[in-house]
């Protein structure tokens, strides 16, 4: 059964990887089998186990062709080649979790660190510290000689790392980027790699907006000229490719997480996922993460792109740092000079310089000879006459008619686009324009007997309305915990600038032969390790933090963002608000949640006794009573959300523990500001004055809602905000009707 293959996607500039796993024997693929913590007794050998289950399963002897990756290292488990019914034997065999295909997921900076007052100069650092820390980055590779990865400056990768450079053929690692690893596709998924390099600019760009070195002058053909750096410039890399230009395997992703858990990296981003949320058990990311957070680690993964409607996040795990994507003040913009001397203007990263000259300007719909009107005015493929559009700027009423157009020889580009809220570099002179904009060249073109035009080089706005959630960034509530409310938080990612792979070109087409050292992309993978850099810069200053003390402290002192302005969006777009990295130094008080926390949690969502002592390693159980005593939304999250039935009066508690990490004696009293819809809702919080006499004190308070719950897609909100002197600690508060989506 192979799936559609959809081969690049224009938008987002994300490689839309295909979907297939096409089969080599009968009906075998790729099946991946989870059995949770590696056993703590010390005569345990994962990779024999693995095979004595595949020899008995199989029937075979020699399982060399079957065993694709054996998990060892951080957590037990491997992926295999499997017939549906050996697929079913696994299944029931003692010792596994679950079974699943592996899937293909998705690949999905100047001025957005200063918009976030976190400036180059006036930042504290700690340069010796954050020399220590090790970012691991699973993605498309990284391109080792780009000026963001230099290593001058930099001494022996810190003592405490455990991996090494297994980049492959043609890759050198440095003092930065100190290790790299790559695990070859599996499954038939096709562009099997060599090495760590990275041949398609996203890992590249993301590893530099979390960790990059400051580099002056970065700008892509000028536009966007600035500074480029990550989040943590004097920290260290370790790259993890498991995604190329032919795909990202899910069964790879899983390997990479065993390596990086296991060579002591201390932050993961992760700006991959599945285009649907799916089953925990069933979640390379969320299994991965779980482990990662088991050993203290934080994972930080962009929410997707497939907003914006409700419930479109894939990021789904509690113990996952999960991101959505905003703008920043700056945007790009490109004007296009209509022959009558009107302009007008539109989106797009343009980097060709027209020189002002206007061109003839010719309507798709009037340039075919061979397709009907209809498709014709898209510039559907095929349809451009040559004859009609070379040398001519052609007017297309779809982005999709950009390579056709090219294709047939014309020297730009003017589409019609729904989404005016990001910019895209385009393989030759484009510029995309919002409806009214776009029917303005429409008359223009139908009504005048020569028409030309010209698309000028883009500009940089600074003045964008900002932080604002991006229309493609992906959406909760949250479809597989419902009570846990994601995405967690918005940071930057439209439009960043970042380091890029010369071998890729910009545009991700194949037939633009530019190349570029640094490259504009947009997307939640731009957003994510923007939120890695500043945990990986709080974890300097509180190097013993846990997983989920730095994820709270990120989340607590986000910028609000307005609920009740539509144009910005609900919690379901940026849940706790917006990133500000300086702030989350001082949060205050946290929201704690340990392994046994999340462990509980999964046996509130049915998991079983024996799978729960799996997955932890440990002595876990989960009773009726326990399952009974444990609702999700009381896990010790720094955001609370209830799915309730539609148009009835509900009443919800959420119970809550914070810990002190500001002062000793400190007094912090509640308030609760009202959200989008909220008059309808009434909020207690009991105690509503917490005094804390020493650090790391715990006190617990509850928070109960009550009122009527929205008969819309979005929810009823608040904030619940701690504040003493000097802390305001925040937590959104969100009902929603559950089963819409
Ligand atoms: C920051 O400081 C460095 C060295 O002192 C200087 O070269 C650079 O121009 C400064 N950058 C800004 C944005 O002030
Ligand atoms: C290694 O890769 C770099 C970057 O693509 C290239 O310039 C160089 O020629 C390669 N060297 C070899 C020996 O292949
Ligand atoms: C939030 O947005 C609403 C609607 O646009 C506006 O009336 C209100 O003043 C805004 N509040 C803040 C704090 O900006
Ligand atoms: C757990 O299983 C019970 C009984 O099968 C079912 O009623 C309940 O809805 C399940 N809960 C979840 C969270 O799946
Ligand atoms: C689980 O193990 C821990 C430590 O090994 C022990 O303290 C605890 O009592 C055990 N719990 C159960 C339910 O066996
Ligand atoms: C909600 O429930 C709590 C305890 O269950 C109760 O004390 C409170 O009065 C209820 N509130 C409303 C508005 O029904
Ligand atoms: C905290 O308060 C206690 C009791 O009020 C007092 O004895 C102690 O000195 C205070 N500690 C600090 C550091 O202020």
């Known amino acids: 059964m192979a799936k559609p293959v959809l081969v690049y996607c224009l938008l987002l500039c994300l490689l839309v990887l295909s979907v297939s796993a096409s089969h080599q024997d009968e009906d075998r693929q ?39 990756r054996s998990y060892r290292r951080s957590f037990n488990g491997f992926a295999a080649t499997l017939s549906d019914s050996e697929r079913e034997r696994v299944a029931n065999m003692e010792g596994v979790v679950s079974v699943f295909p592996s899937r293909k997921l998705q690949l999905q900076t100047t001025a957005s660190w200063d918009f976030m007052g976190f400036k180059e100069n006036k930042t504290k650092r700690v340069p010796n510290l954050e020399s220590d820390i090790i970012v691991g980055v699973i993605d498309s590779g990284i391109w080792p000689e780009s000026a963001s990865f230099d290593d001058n400056g930099f001494g022996p990768a810190p003592s405490k790392w455990k991996g090494e450079c297994a980049g492959g053929k043609n890759f050198t690692c440095n ?48 536009l966007g000229l600035g500074t480029a750096r990550g989040g943590v410039p004097a920290a260290r890399i370790a790259a993890y490719k498991v995604c190329d230009p032919g795909g990202c395997s899910s069964d790879g992703l899983l390997s990479a997480f065993d390596d990086a858990i296991a060579d002591g990296v201390d932050i993961i981003t992760i700006s991959i996922g599945g285009d649907t949320p799916a089953r925990l058990e069933q979640d390379t990311l969320a299994i991965g993460a779980f482990h990662a957070m088991a050993k203290g680690i934080l994972t930080v993964n962009s929410a997707g792109n ?83 559009v070379n040398g001519k700027i052609v007017l297309c009423d779809s982005s999709r008619g950009i390579v056709e157009a090219e294709m047939a020889g014309a020297v730009g580009t003017i589409v019609k686009t729904a989404k005016s809220d990001v ?56 479809t597989i ?37 640094y ?6 993978s731009m957003s994510c390790p923007h939120v890695a850099g500043a945990a990986a810069y709080l974890k300097t200053f509180h190097p013993n933090w846990s997983p989920s003390m730095i994820k709270s402290a990120i989340m607590t002192t986000t910028w609000p963002m307005n609920s009740t302005d539509s144009a910005v969006g609900s919690e379901f777009g940026f849940g706790a608000g917006h990133l500000n990295p300086l702030s989350a130094l001082h949060p205050g008080l946290v929201y704690e949640s340990t392994k046994a926390d999340h462990i509980a949690l999964l046996c509130a969502l049915n998991f079983t006794t024996t799978s729960l002592r799996l997955i932890s390693g440990d002595n876990s159980t989960c009773t009726a009573q326990e399952k009974a ?73 509850t928070v109960t809602v009550s009122g009527e719950s929205p008969e819309g897609s979005e929810p009823v909100s608040a904030t619940l905000v701690w504040s003493d002197v000097s802390h305001t600690v925040r937590s959104p508060i969100v009902i929603y009707a559950a089963r819409l989506f």
């Open 30 to 68: 790729v099946y991946i089998v989870y059995m949770g913590a590696i056993p703590s007794n010390a005569e345990y050998m994962p990779t024999s186990q693995h095979i004595n289950i595949l020899q008995e399963v199989t029937g075979e002897s020699s399982i060399e062709n079957r065993l694709v």
């Open 175 to 222: 003092n930065k980027i100190i290790g790299a690893r790559y695990y070859t596709s599996s499954g038939g998924f096709s562009g099997t790699p060599e090495s760590a390099r990275d041949h398609i600019g996203h890992g590249s760009h993301t590893a530099s907006t979390a960790a990059g070195n400051s580099v002056e002058d970065a700008s892509f053909y000028g």
């Open 306 to 388: 497939s907003g914006p409607s409700p419930g479109t996040t894939s990021s789904v795990a509690p113990w996952i740092l999960s991101v959505a994507a905003s703008n920043s003040n700056r945007a790009f913009f490109t004007k296009v000079i209509l022959g009558d001397g009107k302009t007008i203007v539109g989106r797009s990263v343009n980097s060709f310089d027209l020189k002002g000259k206007r061109y003839d300007l010719v309507y798709g719909k009037s340039a075919s000879r061979i397709c009907d009107e209809d498709s014709a005015r898209f510039c559907s493929s095929g349809c451009l006459d040559s004859e009609l």
């Open 423 to 478: 910019s895209f570099v385009f393989s030759s002179p484009v510029a995309a324009l919002f409806e009214d904009q776009y029917e303005t060249v429409v008359s223009y073109v139908t009504s005048t007997e020569d028409p030309k035009v010209s698309i000028l080089k883009s500009d940089a706005s600074m003045k964008e309305t900002a932080p604002v959630v991006a229309s493609f960034s992906s959406r909760g509530p949250n």
């Open 481 to 517: 915990i419902p009570d846990i409310l994601k995405p967690d938080l918005t940071a930057p990612g439209v439009e960043i600038l970042a380091a890029y792979s010369l071998d890729a070109s910009p545009s991700a087409a194949e037939h633009d032969t530019r190349r570029a050292k």
């Open 519 to 524: 490259s504009v992309l947009s997307g939640t």
């Open 629 to 701: 005593d444990t609702l999700p939304r009381n896990l010790n999250y720094p955001s609370m959300a209830a799915a309730v039935s539609s148009r009835k009066a509900f009443n919800v508690t959420f119970v809550r523990t914070v810990t002190n990490v500001g002062m000793v004696n400190s007094t912090y009293k509640a308030e609760v500001v009202k959200g989008a819809v909220s008059s309808k809702i009434d909020v207690k919080v009991e105690p509503d004055v917490l005094s804390m006499k020493s650090v790391y004190e715990k006190k617990s308070f």
